[in-house]
C-alpha cells in the first residue's frame, strides 16, 4: 500500500457541505484515486447539495483537494485502506 496525504485548497465553496471533515488527511491505499474514494465515502454527509455519493464530494476534485504521496515513519504503509488520519473515520 502507499500514503496519501490529501489537503484541501480551498473550503468556502458549497461543495464542502457534503463534508463532515475539512482538513488534511492522510489516506493508505493504493492509488491516489482509492485514497480519493475511501476519503470521500469516509466524510461524506447528506446535504441539499449533494447526497453521500462518492462523485459528488469535494475530496475526488483535484481542484479543491490535492493529493501527495508520503513517506512518513509516522504512517505505515502496511495494513488495509485506511484513513489513518483524522483518527475516528472510516465507512
Known amino acids: 500500500m502507499r500514503v496519501w496525504r490529501l489537503s484541501p485548497v480551498n473550503i468556502?465553496?458549497?461543495?464542502w457541505q457534503a463534508s463532515t471533515w475539512t482538513g488534511v488527511a492522510v489516506v493508505r491505499a493504493e492509488t491516489e484515486r482509492q485514497a480519493r474514494r475511501l476519503a470521500a465515502l469516509s466524510f461524506g454527509t447528506a446535504t441539499e447539495w449533494a447526497l453521500t455519493l462518492p462523485f459528488m464530494s469535494p475530496w475526488g476534485d483535484p481542484a479543491l483537494?490535492?493529493?501527495?504521496?508520503?513517506?512518513d515513519p509516522r504512517y505505515p504503509a502496511t495494513?488495509?485502506?485506511?484513513?489513518?488520519e483524522p483518527v475516528g473515520y472510516g465507512y
Do not use: C, K
Open 12 to 15: 468556502r465553496g458549497p461543495e
Open 65 to 71: 483537494v490535492r493529493a501527495q504521496e508520503v513517506n
Open 79 to 84: 495494513g488495509d485502506e485506511a484513513v489513518i
